[in-house]
């Protein structure tokens, strides 16, 4: 794989990102249309809130050494979007590396991959998801590129994106609809709120629209 570091140029306006701070996670799927959440194999290795900017980071698998350079290079506020091939018998990251990050201010690791020290992980206060865990430790006889769109699963996370994740997974909006999206989350959000409400005070909910939308189904009732 060839070298190549590309700088991040473009970075969400820091309200846009900050309408994203306590929305959940689910609600910002709905609003992507409920199909936008990244592998739910990635698991949260203690802390699960996070929100920042993508600084996106492609690794051969088994090897880190551009991840050392991210780690210096990144701003604070952005998580490390790391793509490994998913490879989880090789740890690429472990408690130096990611208590290194959050000196600097960094917002979290996103790896599709594995990590090592997870106990230590799980202690720190930094938000790192990753797809397994593994004693092993990396290479680092190959490179690599930084800030390239990077798949995970079925998503693409282009560098800059918003990243957040919170106990139910995680998921990346594009700057481009970044406003628009934080809008219906938080719409979503508080309609759920309300129902919850309602709920709690004995108020029955309305739900018409089940039954007539049973009625246009095959759905028979006995």
Request: contains cysteine; proline residues 6%; glycine residues 10%.
């Amino acid at each position: 794989m060839r070298y190549a570091v590309h700088p991040l140029q473009c970075r969400p306006p820091r309200e846009v990102l900050e309408k994203y701070a306590g929305l959940p996670v689910a609600d910002i799927c709905d609003a992507l249309g409920r199909n936008a959440a990244l592998p739910a194999a990635l698991k949260p290795l203690g802390v699960s809130r996070m929100l920042g900017t993508a600084y996106t980071v492609n690794l051969p698998a088994s090897e880190n050494l551009l991840l050392y350079y991210a780690v210096d290079n990144a701003q604070p506020g952005d998580v490390l979007v790391v793509s490994c091939a998913g490879y989880t018998e090789r740890a690429v990251t472990g408690e130096i590396m990611a208590t290194l990050a959050q000196a600097r201010g960094l917002a979290g690791f996103v790896i599709d991959g594995a990590v090592r020290d997870s106990d230590a992980l799980r202690g720190i206060g930094f938000p790192v998801y990753a797809r397994g865990v593994s004693p092993n430790g990396p290479y680092k006889d190959a490179c690599g590129e930084i800030n390239i769109p990077v798949s995970i699963g079925n998503v693409v996370i282009a560098p800059g994106d918003i990243i957040a994740a919170d106990g139910d997974g995680i998921v990346a909006i594009r700057k481009d609809e970044a406003e628009t999206v934080a809008g219906e989350a938080l719409k979503i959000a508080e309609r759920g709120l309300q129902q919850l409400a309602k709920i709690k005070k004995g108020v029955k909910l309305d739900y018409s629209w089940l039954y007539e939308r049973l009625e246009k189904t095959s759905c028979r009732m006995l």
